[in-house]
């Protein structure tokens, strides 16, 4: 069982846009400054696409874009694309313990 | 930008112990402010964070692995390990090597595949 939980899947059409959740405590999630998430495709590494709450490394399109509501951090992704198809992982970082937390990966289905 | 190569044997024998290491190219393990990181993914199932070094050498461990893990750095080959004792069918996992950049993992290798089986 992990830490975090996400839904195990969600689908969009292409064009659409979809959110995945992230539940946590608020001793992790609830405090919202080091929430992350990362984009993994079959066979790969995963990729982060947010960190730090609202940031997006280069290259990271801003149809990706995060948001929290007291223990519960949301990827939003807009304008679906074929691409977009992968696992999604939240994760979150304690300061006061040094650890990371994952969620169990959610599955985008673009159809 | 820094590449992340994991390396190691596949195939690890029951109560033994797993050991890999991770070279870092295309930049020193020591320039920066980063931390290295290990974590793992077992098939099918999300992932878990193992532990993490500085090139100090200070470390720290997930607390469910700390009495199982040893994180190590060698600076002069640019290369961090990871030892994981007494292992079971459970560590089967694919083990990924990972810069931390203060809260996030922003350079990961391709991950390597370790089978736990007599």
């Known amino acids: 069982q992990s830490a975090l939980t996400q839904p195990a899947s969600v689908s969009g059409s292409p064009g659409q846009s979809i959110t995945i959740s992230c539940t946590g405590t608020?001793?992790?999630?609830?405090?919202?400054?080091?929430v992350s998430w990362y984009q993994q495709h079959p066979g790969k590494a995963p990729k982060l696409i947010i960190y730090e709450v609202s940031n997006r490394p280069s290259g990271v399109p801003d149809r990706f874009s995060h948001s929290n509501s007291g223990n519960t951090a949301s990827l939003t992704i807009s304008g679906l694309q074929a691409e977009d198809e992968a696992d999604y992982y939240c994760s979150s970082y304690t300061s006061s313990t040094t650890n990371w937390v994952f969620g169990g990966g959610t599955k985008l289905t673009v159809l | 930008q820094v590449q992340l190569q994991e390396s190691g044997p596949g195939l690890v024998k029951p109560s033994q112990t797993l050991s890999l290491t991770c070279t870092v190219s295309a930049g020193s393990i020591s320039s920066g402010r980063y931390y290295w990181s290990w974590i793992r993914q077992p098939a099918g199932k999300g992932l878990e964070w193992i532990g993490r070094?500085?090139?100090?050498?200070?470390?720290n461990y997930n607390p469910s692995l700390k009495s199982r893990v040893t994180i190590s750095v060698d600076t002069s080959k640019d290369q961090f390990s990871l030892k994981l004792s007494s292992v079971t069918a459970a560590d089967t996992a694919v083990y990924y090597c990972?810069?931390?950049?203060?809260?996030?993992?922003?350079?990961w290798g391709q991950g390597t595949l370790v089978t736990v089986s007599s």
């Open positions: 070094i500085y090139t100090s050498g200070s470390t």
């Open positions: 608020s001793s992790d999630v609830g405090d919202y400054k080091y």
């Open positions: 990972a810069r931390t950049s203060g809260s996030y993992f922003n350079h």
